[in-house]
């Protein structure tokens, strides 16, 4: 069966959360942060970082029922979602606490994709799923290894998602080099998701609600996590390794020359890589959660720049766009960013839509790819 010889055209989203009951039910349990505590008229507020600005935000049905989740597929017209736990995962957990959880979270994950609708008349479904890997310190590489065939043998989990700590020394740590090894035998995708941003100082004392730390703290962090995993040499040890950049790679490929030159002239690490640091780049996935169109036109082209630095091919402008393109795919970040006033559909989404639409030098074909074709073969579908 091949998706690409049919004429359908879905609509993919690969950025959309989940805080399955499961997990919403821990949250609930806890008195420190990350919580669901109970707050006026019936109504639960969540707070994920002890020190997070305005007490938190309000939580509901969205982030835990699937009837939402298919609700708010079907008005945007999104056919198939890579679902995904959303941050702090397992973050907060003991060593046993998380082993646990990771084995029932994945579990309730594949249920609640493979009891979901089909999609169309098709064999696909209209939902899969990102599995967890048990990612806290004192935690043994047998028991993540477990989680990765565990997800690799659940017939809708298609990868898994993953924040920046690793097992607590971030993820350039050589320990977890057979991690890496086991999701690349395995080909499940890695979704990189920032959770904790940058140094919370760094956004002054004016209440700024969550803008700093949503705009600039994510982003810097999922560049951070980037370039430490380049510097170490993962991509040269597991070539084959598949890893998607949440929110268009952050900050990342605005620096990729950056970093390349400041390795290029570094005497500790100038000769440590195979490659030039931008060549890495084009080994990468990324979102199109990045709501401009030009942002996403730079990305596609920094993405494909990268081969300059394997074959000495020139840099061919809007070709260069196109190519990279396939390296880009549509996501929302729901539950996350509803509109703020009432609305048919959410700002959010529509944004990343229209700016997909109008990409300066994509055409249809690369339009539709990022709106889903990417997506079904990035996941094998
Ligand atoms: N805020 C979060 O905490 N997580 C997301 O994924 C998006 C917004
Ligand atoms: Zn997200």
């Known amino acids: 069966?091949?998706?690409?010889?049919?004429?359908?055209?879905?609509?993919?989203?690969?950025?959309?959360?989940?805080?399955?009951?499961?997990?919403?039910?821990?949250?609930?349990?806890?008195?420190?942060?990350?919580?669901?505590?109970?707050?006026?008229?019936?109504?639960?507020?969540?707070?994920?970082?002890?020190?997070e600005p305005s007490g938190g935000r309000p939580v509901g049905p969205q982030y835990w029922d699937r009837k939402e989740k298919l609700r708010f597929m079907d008005l945007h017209g999104i056919d198939i979602s890579f679902v995904s736990t959303a941050n702090p995962w397992l973050d907060f957990l003991s060593a046993a606490d998380a082993h646990e959880l990771t084995l029932g979270l994945n579990n309730d994950l594949e249920e609640y994709c493979?009891?979901?609708?089909?999609?169309?008349?098709?064999?696909?479904?209209?939902?899969?799923?990102?599995?967890?890997?048990?990612?806290?310190?004192?935690?043994?590489?047998?028991?993540?290894?477990?989680?990765?065939?565990?997800?690799?043998?659940?017939?809708h989990l298609k990868g898994l998602i993953m924040g920046t700590k690793g097992i607590?020394?971030?993820?350039?740590?050589?320990?977890?080099?057979?991690?890496?090894?086991?999701?690349?035998?395995?080909?499940?995708?890695?979704?990189?998701?920032p959770h904790y941003g940058v140094d919370s100082n760094a956004w002054g004392d004016k209440d700024n609600g969550h803008v700093l730390p949503l705009a600039l703290g994510f982003p810097f962090e999922t560049?951070?996590?980037?370039?430490?995993?380049?510097?170490?040499?993962?991509?040269?040890?597991?070539?084959s390794l598949r890893i998607l950049l949440a929110h268009s790679g952050g900050a990342l490929p605005q620096l990729s020359s950056r970093l390349a030159s400041c390795i290029d002239h570094d005497p500790v690490v100038a000769s440590r890589l195979k490659h030039d640091a931008r060549f890495y780049l084009g080994k990468l996935y990324f979102d199109a959660v990045a709501y401009g169109p030009e942002e996403l036109g730079f990305v596609s082209e920094v993405v494909s720049r990268s081969k300059r630095f394997e074959t000495g091919s020139t840099i061919k402008g809007e070709a260069d766009r196109r190519e990279g393109s396939q390296r880009m795919l549509f996501g929302t970040d729901h539950p996350f960013f509803p509109p703020l006033t009432s609305t048919e559909k959410w700002k959010s989404v529509v944004e990343n839509l229209e700016a997909i639409a109008s990409v300066p030098g994509w055409g249809e074909s690369e339009k539709d790819g990022v709106r889903g074709g990417n997506a079904l073969s990035l996941f094998g579908l």
């Open 114 to 155: 493979s009891t979901g609708p089909s999609y169309s008349d098709s064999v696909l479904k209209r939902l899969y799923g990102l599995g967890l890997l048990p990612l806290v310190p004192g935690i043994t590489v047998e028991a993540i290894v477990e989680a990765v065939n565990q997800i690799a043998a659940a017939p």
């Open 168 to 193: 607590g020394k971030g993820l350039d740590d050589e320990a977890l080099d057979p991690v890496w090894q086991a999701i690349e035998a395995a080909s499940l995708v890695v979704f990189l998701h």
């Open 1 to 51: 069966f091949s998706f690409s010889s049919m004429s359908l055209k879905p609509l993919v989203d690969v950025h959309t959360h989940v805080y399955l009951p499961r997990y919403a039910a821990w949250l609930r349990s806890r008195s420190v942060a990350p919580k669901i505590m109970s707050a006026e008229g019936g109504e639960e507020r969540l707070l994920i970082l002890e020190n």
């Open 223 to 239: 560049a951070t996590a980037t370039a430490r995993l380049i510097l170490s040499g993962v991509f040269d040890r597991f070539p």
